[in-house]
Nanobody, 119 residues
């Protein structure tokens, strides 16, 4: 069982930066790949980024590649999403998840944190 709690969301101007954190409980955190997803109003939840259990491999949606960076600290049971050069279209609720498989199937979800980017 893994419980996930996101933090770090907020309101930022276009071009600004935010860093999201996802704190996990449970001794199995380090065995999971972790992902970030987002859901904008009226849209389906979409994949943003993922990181392997070791942190050695990372994956990004084309829409965020070069602007967002996913990382993890297994000693702190935490995964991060550094978001730079934010755009209004990045506005969404951001969720972290413990995932597996090539399609990033989520076994556990956090409750989400709101990110709003003003133009």
């Amino acid at each position: 069982q893994v419980q996930l709690v996101e933090s770090g969301g907020g309101l930022v101007q276009a071009g600004g930066s935010l860093r999201l954190s996802c704190a996990a409980s449970g001794r199995t955190f380090s065995s999971y790949a972790m992902g970030w997803f987002r859901q904008a109003p009226g849209k389906e939840r979409e994949f943003v980024a993922a990181i392997s259990w070791s942190g050695g491999s990372t994956y990004y949606a084309d829409s965020v590649k070069g602007r967002f960076t996913i990382s993890r600290d297994n000693a702190k049971n935490t995964v991060y999403l550094q978001m730079n050069s934010l755009k209004p279209e990045d506005t969404a609720v951001y969720y972290c998840a413990a995932v597996h498989g090539s399609s990033w199937y989520a076994d556990y979800w956090g409750q989400g944190t709101q990110v709003t980017v003003s133009s």
